[in-house]
Structures are given as structure tokens and as C-alpha cells.
């Protein structure tokens, strides 16, 4: 495996996790910021199973450069 400070800026995949309930990370406007930032090649997106945002601790929680977040305590 590389070592990723070697490569190039170029070359460096930027991982942005999403943390976020399915019903909102399958919503039509995060739908809609995914596919913008898809489209370009040195960014991943992972989107956390909402079992390892309720269940794991944060340190086992998938490693990323940029993480979108959101809470929400309910109708209110």
C-alpha cells in the first residue's frame, strides 16, 4: 500500500463521510450535493450505515478528511 503523503495533491483521494440518518442521507437534496461532489474524481463519498452511527463508538467510525453532519431531535 502507498503511503498517501507521497502522492501528489492530484493524486490524493478526499474522503467526505456522511453521518447522518438514511432518511435524510437518501433525501432529494442530499441527493442532489452527492452527485455534485461525485463528479469530481479525487473526492469519495461514504455515507455511515446508520448502525455504526447509533451502535459504535466514534472511534470506530469510518476514517474520513471531511465529515457532513446532522441532528435532529424530532418534530417539535
Known amino acids: 500500500m502507498e503511503d498517501d503523503d507521497n502522492e501528489s ?4 483521494q478526499i474522503v467526505v463521510g456522511i453521518c447522518a440518518m438514511m432518511k435524510k442521507s437518501k433525501s432529494k437534496p442530499m441527493t442532489q450535493i ?3 461532489l461525485c463528479k469530481f474524481d479525487y473526492i469519495d ?4 450505515p446508520e448502525e455504526v452511527i447509533l451502535e459504535e463508538s ?3 467510525w469510518p ?3 471531511c465529515l457532513i453532519s446532522f441532528h435532529s431531535k424530532g418534530k417539535v
Open 45 to 48: 463519498v461514504d455515507i455511515f
Open 34 to 36: 452527492l452527485e455534485r
Open 63 to 65: 476514517l474520513c478528511d
Open 9 to 12: 495533491p492530484s493524486e490524493r
Open 58 to 60: 466514534v472511534e470506530k
